[in-house]
């Protein structure tokens, strides 16, 4: 069933998330926000989408707007950069986008992500939308507000707190997601459980994700808005959010592994010992590795050749070195029992021992 989540910023609602059974509604909800006919519209995505969908969603919009023009860039991390928006920027320009027009970021975190830092600086500012296809991104980083690009050696270091007009998800999308990024979305589902709700993650003990991604998706959906609506900024409660990703970051920057398994390795070690089975359970559940030798052997990663102790420092070190450290210590979630986490500080000498944990 179709449903409608408002997201609220000091009591008022700023837009909603729509969960559709496909696109075809995606022109009557930009004329209910608003947009009308002469108003230009850029859907911006990746070389992976753009063959599946962009087609399509420019089909239907050019029935009700005069200009739909589709900016497709090479799909990956890689290019979530300024270059990249600075091809967006000269799109934008020559095709003479102003204040009063649009933006739709159609694919994953990383189109979602780079278009929102688009929009964000483009003329100080023009409106955008939402429309995530992996099921990271319609979790997790389609709301929230946050949006930025890597610089140099590191992530979404460039960004702004920008809010879409709308975030509108079609899980039937997700049919077409590998299963390795299908799993990663899984990581983060599974996070904002552990943190926030015992009944969800006891639902995920019953049934796999992919079995109704819908349910799931909205049940996350309620975590992640409620939690952005306490704190839009990250200043407090927001932070809970990053449950296995201090651990995480650290692992990504030194293996292959992608970002929703580096989450679910790093956040093994910050469980209390009670429900540390629990997590790796579903964890596994959802083809996820739970360590890193887990993951080796999964054929996902290859260890590097150090010894081990020798590559439990370098990440450690990654760790330490992250843009959230200060004075030589991090701090990070742990969660003491399903539904309930706290913060703590970890030291050069915490980090090192939750690491050997993992590997
Ligand atoms: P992604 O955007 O790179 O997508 C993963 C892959 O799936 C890509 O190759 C993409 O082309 C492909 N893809 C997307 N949708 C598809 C579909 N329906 N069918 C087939 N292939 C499809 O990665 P992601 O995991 O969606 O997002 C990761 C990014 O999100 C990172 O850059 C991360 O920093 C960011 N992020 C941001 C926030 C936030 O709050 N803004 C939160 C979490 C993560």
Do not use: W
């Not at 993650?201 to 994700?209: A, C, P």
């Not at 450690?316 to 706290?342: F, N, P, Y």
């Amino acid at each position: 069933m179709a449903q409608s989540i408002p997201v609220k910023a000091n009591d008022s609602i700023i837009y909603h998330i729509e969960l559709v059974h496909d696109f075809s509604m995606l022109p009557t909800f930009l004329q209910q926000l608003g947009y009308g006919r002469t108003q230009k519209i850029c859907i911006v995505t990746d070389s992976n989408v753009a063959p599946l969908y962009a087609r399509d969603v420019q089909d239907l919009l050019e029935k009700e707007f005069d200009t739909v023009i589709l900016h497709t860039f090479e799909a990956g991390e890689h290019n979530k950069n300024l270059e990249t928006v600075n091809t967006l920027y000269q799109t934008l320009i020559e095709q003479h986008f102003d204040r009063q027009d649009l933006l739709i970021a159609l694919g994953g975190g990383v189109v979602g992500d780079l278009t929102g830092f688009t929009a964000a600086t483009y003329l100080r500012g023009i409106d955008f939308i939402q429309v995530p296809t992996t099921l990271l991104s319609q979790v997790d980083s389609s709301i929230g507000g946050k949006t930025g690009v890597d610089f140099m050696q590191y992530k979404n270091m460039v960004g702004a707190f920008y809010q879409p007009k709308a975030v509108i998800i079609d899980p039937l999308v997700l049919k077409t997601l590998d299963a390795r990024q299908f799993s990663c979305g899984a990581a983060e589902i599974i996070k904002m459980a552990a943190c926030f709700d015992r009944e969800l993650f006891e639902t995920i003990e019953k049934n796999r994700i992919e079995d109704d991604p819908e349910m799931f998706i909205a049940g996350a959906l309620n975590i992640k808005k409620d939690v952005v609506q306490k704190d839009e900024r990250e200043s407090g409660l927001r932070r809970a959010l990053n449950f296995g990703h201090t651990l995480g970051h650290g692992i990504e920057s030194n293996t292959d592994l992608l970002h929703g398994e580096c989450v679910s390795i790093g956040m093994i070690p910050m469980c209390s010992a009670k429900i540390q089975e629990r997590m790796k359970a579903v964890l596994r559940r959802e083809g996820l590795p739970v360590s890193l030798s887990e993951a080796a052997v999964q054929g996902k990663t290859i260890l590097p050749e150090e010894s081990p102790d020798d590559q439990v420092r370098v990440i450690a070190e990654a760790v330490l070195h992250d843009k959230k450290a200060q004075d030589g210590k991090v701090v990070t979630v742990q969660v003491d029992d399903i539904g309930s986490c706290s913060f703590v500080k970890m030291d050069s000498q915490q980090i090192l021992k939750s690491l050997r944990e993992v590997l």
